[in-house]
């Protein structure tokens, strides 16, 4: 009914709309000519299905007979039958019954009367078609609970919304170019159009392309002309409405079609889901079930070989079976369990029967066959813990037992071999009452262990009598280790038997060893100590020190008697030794166990000393002869030295005293300064010759001279020191000169100048820190203010002295700042106003004028570089003396 409602109104509003705009003079007489072509080709397109049609809407209609027809298609109802006479009276009965099936629809007809049909009247035809298009092809259109229109209008901007250039807001405007058609059927059948061949600017070709491809592929007519679209400022809206409508009930079945598929799509895709939650659910269930089959004879065991290591086997691989293979199997259950929850639940919101497992597979089912697993791993679990607690006491004493067995067999390993070995033969005295020593240390152990022993055999008892599972490896053992112990105490007492006659017989040489280590340690340490001095590297830098050490070897010479009687003696002891180790034919009696020194090694090392004397004598001869000579190098340097070293620093002192400016007129200091570059290089030789003098100094490795302050090097650095002072100094007064030339300045205030620089150049350096330059200004007579804009002054007067920043202010930056102030300065405007009277006043002067006035290489200098004049007034060769001008002072780019 709200449909219906609909339409009536809209229709009626449709209707009061135009009459407003036909009475403001605003109804455009081109709408009703689409409308009449457009609804004329509506009518068409469903009057041919019955087999015929009309060619003027508003005649053909008029007799009602082809209106009925239309309402018969249309509608698929049989209305009442028509009157078939031609009087006026027969037309308006058929029409009448053609309006009543009308209104029967709910559609409320306002002002549209059976006579205005019958009489042709064409706005009433059109209206009348307008509300039968509107209740029979637009009323049904619905898209998210929205009017037919708005509908309509949504159907149109989703269809289109992801081609370009296409933007549907309306039913007029939107149209207009015919993308939008084209998108409607590329959207649907893409076969049908390029759309990508389309362009916005060729509508009559858009609009050309979408009418035809529908007439040919779609069955709908052309209800629209597109030069009427193209050429109306703004195309009908009912008859676009119209021919869209064709196309939304065009495309309505494939949309059904495709809504229908989707739906037995998702039927079946939730059909299947539950199927294989099904099959799922009756997998999980079988080979879980089968899992507990398989696991609860094994749970249910208690079969084991008596062992501690067999049980704990079964307890080890019980906690594998809880830690790796059940865990998998809870996370089965719980999702077997979640898998039928959920598949019932899925059942019931698809309205499918709820799902019945196989007989013995219900969730029940499970849980109670889950329930007897866990009861049997509980009572599997407490019997392993039960049977280790017994093995382990058993295994417990078992291990007692082979414990104490070990350590003892560990403790009596070797001990056989020991006690069997003549090993005390091949001893000296000392290694002989070691031996004897550690002997009666090990009588001592053996005695401490015989209580282990009597402690391994009850232990082996106590396992006999609880008849332990290997009682036979036990005994055995047990009876080794009893017999071994016997062996041990009688092969200890022969052994102790052995060393006391051994020890009797090396005592007798022992004495005779003890008095040559005595000997022949300090003789020996004497010997090494003086080859060491014979052959040690000596250095020396002076004739006493080479005295010292031939006095030293003297000395040394004087003490060889004596050394040589005490080698007799030590030898005559080793002679003894080796008579009574050949009487007694004792194996090893000439090794000395008190020292490594040998009667040899001493025989060898005095031969070498008593060759070595002779060899350190011309050593040291040969040094002090060496020695010698260096003495004569060192004083030949200092006498050259101690002149040529105080004449540097007396040239020195009078080239700073001529720079400081203090001394006659600067051409009296010039020339007295290269009087002095005269005199030093003229002094050259003797540096030289002290350099020849140096070069064999150093080639006889002389370090140090007691003669003389002065080393090579400082002369070198005083004597380029010297050249350097007396070359800048003759620089600062030719530039000094230069400055007083040029500038016109007094010999008074260059002395005034350089008085006042010296006093605050308290260091003789040549330069001044700011402040120091402050305070020279200050007392130059410079008004320095103390407040800010004093030292924004002064810090335009430092940027000016010390452009680099270096943080220091020379003499000649001090120089030129005074000249600047004491002077006038020429100024490029000086030097216009001079090449302005050469000119004669013209403001260019000619190459002619300037070789006439200048000497020649400065006439050449300016014509080369003046540039041509190009002001008003000028002649061929004219040249800009302006330019050049404002050049010379850094004042142009030339």
């Given at each position: 009914?709200?449909?219906n409602?609909?339409?009536?109104?809209?229709?009626?509003?449709?209707?009061?709309?135009?009459?407003?705009?036909?009475?403001?003079?605003l109804?455009?007489?081109?709408?009703e000519?689409?409308?009449?072509?457009?609804?004329?080709?509506?009518?068409?397109?469903h009057?041919?299905?019955?087999?015929?049609?009309?060619?003027?809407?508003?005649?053909?209609?008029r007799?009602?007979?082809?209106?009925m027809?239309?309402?018969?298609?249309?509608?698929?109802?049989?209305?009442?039958k028509?009157?078939?006479?031609?009087?006026?009276?027969?037309?308006?009965?058929?029409?009448?019954?053609?309006?009543?099936?009308?209104?029967?629809?709910?559609?409320?007809?306002?002002?549209?009367?059976a006579?205005?049909?019958?009489?042709?009247?064409?706005?009433?035809?059109?209206?009348m078609?307008?509300?039968?298009?509107?209740?029979?092809?637009?009323?049904?259109?619905?898209?998210?609970?929205?009017?037919?229109?708005?509908g309509l209008?949504?159907?149109?901007?989703?269809?289109?919304?992801?081609?370009?250039?296409?933007n549907?807001?309306?039913?007029?405007l939107?149209?207009?170019d015919?993308?939008?058609?084209?998108?409607?059927?590329?959207?649907?059948?893409p076969?049908?159009?390029?759309?990508?061949?389309?362009?916005?600017?060729?509508?009559?070709?858009?609009?050309?392309?979408?009418?035809?491809?529908?007439?040919?592929?779609?069955?709908?007519?052309?209800m629209?002309?597109?030069?009427?679209l193209?050429?109306?400022?703004?195309?009908d809206?009912?008859?676009?409405?119209?021919?869209?409508?064709?196309?939304?009930?065009?495309?309505?079945?494939?949309?059904?079609?495709?809504?229908?598929?989707?739906?037995?799509?998702?039927?079946?895709?939730?059909?299947?889901?539950?199927?294989?939650?099904?099959?799922?659910?009756?997998?999980?269930?079988?080979?879980?079930?089968e899992?507990?089959?398989r696991?609860?004879?094994?749970?249910?065991?208690?079969?084991?070989?008596?062992?501690?290591?067999?049980?704990?086997?079964?307890?080890?691989?019980?906690?594998?079976?809880?830690?790796?293979h059940k865990p998998?199997?809870?996370?089965?259950?719980?999702?077997?369990?979640?898998?039928?929850?959920?598949?019932?639940?899925k059942?019931?919101?698809?309205?499918?029967?709820a799902?019945?497992?196989?007989?013995g597979k219900?969730?029940?089912?499970?849980?109670?066959?889950?329930k007897g697993?866990?009861?049997?791993?509980?009572?599997?679990?407490?019997w392993?813990?039960?049977?280790?607690?017994?093995?382990?006491?058993?295994?417990?004493?078992a291990q007692?037992?082979?414990?104490?067995?070990?350590?003892?067999?560990?403790?009596t390993?070797?001990?056989?071999?020991?006690?069997?070995s003549?090993?005390?033969?091949?001893?000296?005295?000392?290694e002989l009452?070691?031996?004897?020593?550690?002997?009666?240390?090990?009588?001592?152990?053996?005695?401490?262990?015989?209580?282990?022993?009597?402690?391994?055999?009850?232990i082996?008892?106590?396992?006999?009598t609880?008849?332990?599972?290997?009682?036979?490896?036990?005994?055995?053992?047990?009876?080794?280790?009893?017999?071994?112990?016997?062996?041990?105490g009688?092969?200890?007492?022969?052994?102790?038997?052995?060393?006391?006659?051994?020890e009797?017989?090396l005592?007798?040489?022992?004495?005779?060893?003890l008095?040559?280590?005595?000997?022949?340690?300090?003789?020996?340490n004497?010997?090494?100590?003086?080859?060491?001095?014979?052959?040690?590297?000596?250095?020396?830098?002076?004739?006493?020190?080479?005295?010292g050490?031939?006095?030293?070897?003297?000395?040394f010479?004087?003490?060889?008697g004596e050394?040589?009687?005490?080698?007799?003696?030590?030898?005559?002891?080793?002679?003894?030794?080796?008579?009574?180790?050949?009487?007694?034919?004792?194996?090893?009696?000439?090794?000395?166990?008190?020292?490594?020194?040998?009667?040899?090694?001493?025989?060898?090392?005095?031969?070498?000393?008593?060759?070595?004397?002779?060899?350190?004598?011309?050593?040291?001869?040969n040094?002090?002869?060496?020695?010698?000579?260096?003495?004569m190098?060192?004083?030949?340097?200092?006498?050259?030295?101690?002149?040529?070293?105080?004449?540097?620093?007396?040239?020195?002192d009078?080239v700073?005293?001529?720079?400081?400016?203090?001394q006659?007129?600067?051409?009296?200091?010039?020339?007295?300064?290269?009087?002095?570059?005269q005199?030093?290089?003229?002094?050259?030789?003797?540096?030289?010759?002290?350099e020849?003098?140096?070069?064999?100094?150093?080639?006889?490795?002389?370090?140090?001279?007691?003669?003389?302050?002065y080393?090579?090097?400082?002369?070198?650095?005083?004597?380029?020191?010297?050249?350097?002072s007396?070359?800048?100094?003759?620089?600062e007064?030719?530039?000094?000169?230069?400055?007083?030339?040029?500038?016109?300045?007094?010999?008074?205030q260059?002395?005034?100048?350089?008085?006042?620089?010296?006093?605050?150049d308290?260091?003789?350096s040549?330069?001044?820190?700011?402040?120091?330059?402050?305070?020279?200004?200050?007392?130059?007579g410079?008004?320095?203010?103390?407040?800010?804009?004093?030292d924004?002054?002064?810090?335009?007067?430092?940027?000016?002295?010390?452009?680099?920043?270096?943080?220091?202010?020379?003499?000649?930056a001090?120089?030129?700042?005074?000249?600047?102030?004491?002077?006038?300065?020429?100024?490029?405007?000086?030097?216009?106003?001079?090449?302005?009277?050469?000119?004669?006043?013209?403001?260019?002067?000619?190459?002619?004028?300037?070789?006439?006035?200048?000497?020649p290489?400065?006439?050449?200098?300016?014509i080369?570089?003046?540039?041509?004049?190009?002001g008003?007034?000028?002649?061929?060769?004219a040249?800009?003396?302006m330019s050049?001008?404002?050049?010379l002072y850094g004042?142009?780019?030339?």
């Open positions: 009914m709200m449909e409602g609909y339409s009536m109104e809209y229709g009626d509003q449709y209707m009061e709309q135009e009459e407003e705009w036909e009475r403001e003079g109804l455009d007489p081109a709408w000519k689409q409308q009449k072509k457009t609804f004329t080709a509506w009518c068409n397109s009057l041919r299905k019955a087999g015929t049609a009309i060619d003027n809407i508003e005649d053909d209609f007799n009602g007979l082809k209106l027809l239309l309402l018969e298609v249309i509608s698929g109802e049989t209305l009442p028509p009157d078939r006479g031609k009087m006026r009276f027969h037309k308006i009965a058929n029409v009448n019954k053609a309006l009543d099936f009308i209104a029967s629809k709910g559609v409320k007809l306002v002002s549209i009367g006579e205005e049909i019958v009489d042709g009247n064409l706005k009433m035809t059109l209206g078609i307008w509300t039968i298009i509107l209740r029979f092809a637009i009323q049904d259109i619905s898209v998210e609970e929205m009017t037919a229109k708005e209008l949504l159907w149109c901007q989703r269809k289109t919304a992801p081609y370009k250039n296409v549907v807001q309306n039913f007029h939107s149209f207009k015919g993308l939008a058609f084209c998108a409607l059927i590329h959207r649907h059948r076969d049908l159009i390029d759309y990508g061949r389309l362009s916005k600017d060729n509508p009559l070709e858009n609009l050309n392309t979408a009418f035809d491809v529908a007439e040919k592929y779609l069955d709908i007519p052309r629209l002309d597109p030069e009427d193209i050429n109306t400022p703004k195309p809206e009912r008859a676009i409405m119209t021919y869209v409508s064709c196309y939304y009930h065009a495309f309505q079945g494939a949309q059904q079609a495709e809504t229908a598929a989707n739906r037995i799509c998702k039927v079946l895709k939730v059909n299947q889901e539950n199927e294989r939650l099904m099959e799922e659910y009756e997998r999980l269930a079988s080979d879980l079930l899992w507990i089959r696991t609860m004879p094994w749970l249910n065991s208690r079969q084991t070989d008596n062992s501690l290591a067999g049980v704990q086997k079964k307890l080890e691989e019980y906690r594998t079976y809880r830690r790796k998998p199997r809870v996370e089965q259950k719980a999702k077997l369990e979640t898998n039928f929850n959920t598949l019932q639940t059942l019931r919101l698809s309205n499918r029967p799902y019945m497992p196989t007989e219900m969730v029940s089912d499970i849980s109670n066959c889950w697993l866990e009861l049997a791993e509980k009572a599997f679990e407490e392993l813990l039960a049977e280790t607690m017994r093995l382990e006491r058993l295994e417990h004493l007692k037992f082979k414990h104490k067995a070990d350590t003892h067999e560990e403790w390993r070797g001990k056989e071999e020991m006690l069997q003549q090993d005390f033969r091949q001893c000296k005295l000392n009452k070691a031996l004897k020593k550690k002997h009666e240390a090990f009588e001592s152990d053996l005695a401490a262990h015989q209580d282990r022993v009597e402690q391994i055999a009850a082996a008892q106590e396992l006999n609880l008849e332990y599972h290997d009682c036979a490896s036990v005994n055995s053992r047990c009876q080794r280790i009893c017999d071994q112990w016997d062996r041990l009688a092969l200890t007492q022969r052994r102790r038997q052995a060393l006391d006659d051994a009797r017989i005592e007798k040489i022992d004495i005779l060893h008095e040559f280590a005595k000997r022949a340690a300090p003789f020996n004497w010997l090494d100590g003086t080859r060491e001095d014979l052959v040690d590297m000596f250095i020396v830098h002076t004739m006493e020190e080479i005295q050490l031939m006095q030293a070897h003297d000395q010479k004087a003490t060889l050394a040589d009687k005490e080698y007799n003696v030590i030898v005559g002891l080793v002679r003894e030794v080796e008579s009574i180790v050949n009487q007694n034919q004792i194996p090893g009696g000439l090794e000395n166990p008190y020292t490594s020194v040998s009667a040899h090694d001493l025989t060898r090392k005095w031969s070498e000393v008593r060759t070595l004397v002779p060899q350190r004598d011309q050593t040291l001869a040094e002090l002869r060496k020695q010698q000579n260096n003495e190098l060192r004083r030949q340097f200092a006498e050259k030295a101690n002149s040529v070293g105080p004449w540097i620093e007396r040239q020195m009078s700073t005293a001529i720079g400081m400016g203090l006659g007129s600067l051409e009296d200091q010039l020339h007295r300064l290269k009087e002095y570059e005199a030093v290089y003229a002094y050259k030789p003797h540096i030289e010759e002290l020849k003098i140096h070069q064999a100094v150093q080639e006889s490795m002389i370090f140090e001279n007691r003669y003389t302050q080393t090579m090097e400082t002369l070198r650095v005083g004597w380029e020191q010297l050249l350097t007396i070359n800048r100094n003759i620089n007064v030719e530039n000094q000169i230069l400055t007083r030339d040029s500038k016109g300045i007094t010999q008074e260059l002395t005034e100048f350089r008085s006042s620089f010296n006093h605050f308290k260091n003789r040549g330069r001044l820190a700011p402040e120091e330059f402050k305070s020279c200004l200050v007392s130059l410079y008004s320095i203010g103390r407040d800010r804009q004093g924004m002054d002064f810090q335009r007067i430092l940027a000016v002295v010390d452009p680099n920043s270096t943080g220091f202010v020379h003499f000649d001090f120089l030129d700042f005074m000249t600047r102030e004491s002077t006038d300065t020429d100024t490029a405007e000086q030097v216009i106003d001079s090449f302005r009277i050469l000119a004669s006043d013209k403001p260019f002067i000619l190459p002619d004028e300037l070789r006439r006035e200048l000497p290489d400065q006439a050449e200098y300016c080369q570089r003046m540039p041509p004049y190009k008003p007034n000028g002649i061929p060769g040249l800009d003396y050049f001008s404002t050049a004042e142009s780019d030339l």
